[in-house]
């Protein structure tokens, strides 16, 4: 076994450690006739264990001389365009996956670690990981221009770590791209009117290689590298089946390998089709890449299932695994100190990896609606810290400026050199500042958690008042801005600006109340 195999086998084994024990993101994407507005809805929550910081960025249109160049993270090199597009970036500090990208096209990508059995990667000059959706972002005017990029760039200099799937969507479809270490990927659109859930494992099946308008592979065919790998058997009578073909075997004891399938997977299409697939179905046939919902869905449904925790299933909150933090470590006291990991001691978590969980970052509903100017109809619901205990607010896509508080970069105030030390973080980036986004709503996680079941009896209603207003008030703001766009265009931007920053800062302001409330109720 020569170095690099041991090198991609360590990799792999650490991977899918990672993911058993819960750090990895989860993503839901609905086509547009599926959904009650007729839009693509996209919602995503990423999902970061260990000393973590969230910062927004507005990152603008850059213009490039001929001849420059993109260096990889791994030292490899290809051609700048002339000119790349301007985008908002959720940046993850010091991780290689986790950012999130809206481009000013409206492409929005995300994405899940999804580890492959690929011991033996074709790769050149180190392949490509981190810079590939910023590449997309950077370049691409819609979803499918997205994935053809990323193609392109895959086919080139292959995936360098052991596997992932890109989310990524705009107003018209929505995609799934599943790569494996090296050159071996698969991307498919979801159907219309379906609705596709992805857990942390690939979940494209059955590919149908002459329909290029729902299938994109590459460009080495991903069925004959499996055959010759010995990972499917034509002779076997059974249909080539990407998942099962590309993931590794499943390790004894693993969630996967007892049932079959991945709960939260089948929990989602549970919440979407009203009818759970039965655990002998799922353990016999698998889970489907997508299915038809028994009504047409909303942000509200998308709501319900990013901040599920398996209530009212075998999987629930009966089964859970409480915790507690160590007596001297009390919410009060964590505030006067920097607080570098995000504590979280959720008695409503169960032993299974649940939806909503405890490593949950931000959590973004993307309602991109193509039947209205872009500015106004493509929208953000963005709660910032873990859903199930904040809230969900619009971010509208006109909007120039990044609200007050989501930025808290100690020293950096160019997206440019955020970049430069994406890896190299700066001190100060873990010091407690309660003006700012990511520390407010961690604060009241980490307030809540010790005390879960109760408090969250007071935060549920001050969430679900908010967002109530928020949805009622969601047809005025875009009359006016629709008005206000015929006029002038930048009058709509600086107007749903100035929405978006009242309405993250009174988000700010209740999230701070319900903490001294519940400081002053439970740890006096």
């Not at 981190?130 to 895959?154: D, N, P, S, W």
């Not at 065919?221 to 099962?244: L, M, Q």
């Not at 010091?431 to 408090?455: C, G, H, K, S």
């Not at 206000?484 to 100035?498: I, P």
Request: proline content about 6%.
């Amino acid at each position: 076994m020569n170095k690099k195999t041991i090198s991609v086998a360590a990799v792999l084994i650490l991977l899918s450690l990672f993911l058993e024990n819960g750090y990895a993101c989860s993503t839901i994407i609905a086509g547009k006739k599926a959904t009650a507005d007729g839009c693509v809805l996209f919602g995503h929550n990423e999902d970061d264990g260990g000393r973590r910081v969230v910062n927004v960025w507005r990152v603008p249109r850059y213009q490039y001389a001929p001849g420059t160049t993109v260096t990889l993270l791994r030292g490899g090199a290809l051609p700048q365009v002339e000119e790349t597009w301007a985008y908002t970036w959720f940046q993850v500090n010091d991780l290689e996956f986790s950012d999130y990208y809206i481009n000013e096209w409206g492409v929005y990508i995300g994405s899940d670690a999804c580890a492959s059995r690929e011991d033996n990667p074709e790769l050149k000059d180190g392949g490509i990981g981190y810079l590939l959706r910023r590449l997309m972002a950077e370049r691409a005017t819609t979803a499918r221009e997205a994935v053809e990029i990323a193609g392109k760039l895959l086919d080139e200099f292959g995936y360098a770590v052991s596997g992932r799937t890109y989310a990524i969507c705009d107003a018209d479809e929505g995609w799934l791209l599943n790569v494996a270490a090296g050159k071996h990927w698969a991307a498919q659109r979801i159907p219309d009117d379906e609705v596709a859930f992805l857990p942390n494992q690939y979940v494209i099946r059955t590919i149908d290689f002459k329909n290029t308008r729902d299938f994109i592979t590459s460009s080495d065919n991903v069925r004959d590298y499996a055959i010759r790998r010995g990972w499917y058997d034509p002779a076997s009578g059974k249909p080539f089946d990407f998942a099962y073909a590309y993931m590794p075997p499943a390790r004894e004891g693993s969630t996967f390998s007892r049932r079959g399938y991945d709960t939260r997977q089948w929990r989602a299409q549970a919440l979407m089709t009203g009818t759970p697939v039965t655990v002998e179905q799922a353990r016999r046939e698998g889970l489907p890449f997508s299915v038809k919902p028994n009504r047409k869905i909303s942000v509200a449904d998308f709501k319900e299932v990013l901040r599920d925790h398996y209530d009212g299933t075998e999987y629930g909150p009966a089964n859970s695994v409480s915790a507690v933090l160590p007596p001297t470590t009390r919410p009060d006291e964590m505030q006067q100190t920097a607080i570098p990991t995000r504590i979280t001691v959720n008695p409503n978590e169960t032993s299974e990896r649940t939806i909503c969980t405890q490593s949950t970052s931000f959590s973004i509903i993307a309602q991109l609606r193509g039947d209205m100017p872009r500015g106004i109809g493509l929208v953000a619901w963005v709660a910032f810290g873990r859903p199930d205990c904040n809230v969900y607010v619009p971010w509208y896509h006109a909007m120039e400026e990044i609200p007050e508080g989501y930025n808290n970069s100690p020293g950096i105030d160019d997206p440019g050199i955020a970049l430069e030390h994406q890896f190299d973080v700066l001190p100060g980036t873990f010091r407690f500042d309660d003006q700012a986004a990511f520390w407010i709503f961690t604060e009241l996680e980490n307030t809540v958690d010790p005390e879960y079941p109760r408090a969250m009896r007071q935060v549920k209603p001050v969430i679900e008042a908010f967002e109530e207003f928020l949805h009622q008030n969601q047809g005025a703001v875009e009359k006016t801005a629709l008005k206000l766009n015929g006029r002038n265009g930048a009058d709509a931007a600086r107007y749903l600006g100035a929405y978006t920053s009242a309405m993250t800062a009174e988000s700010m302001k209740k999230a701070k109340t319900l903490v001294r409330e519940l400081k002053s109720y439970y740890y006096r």
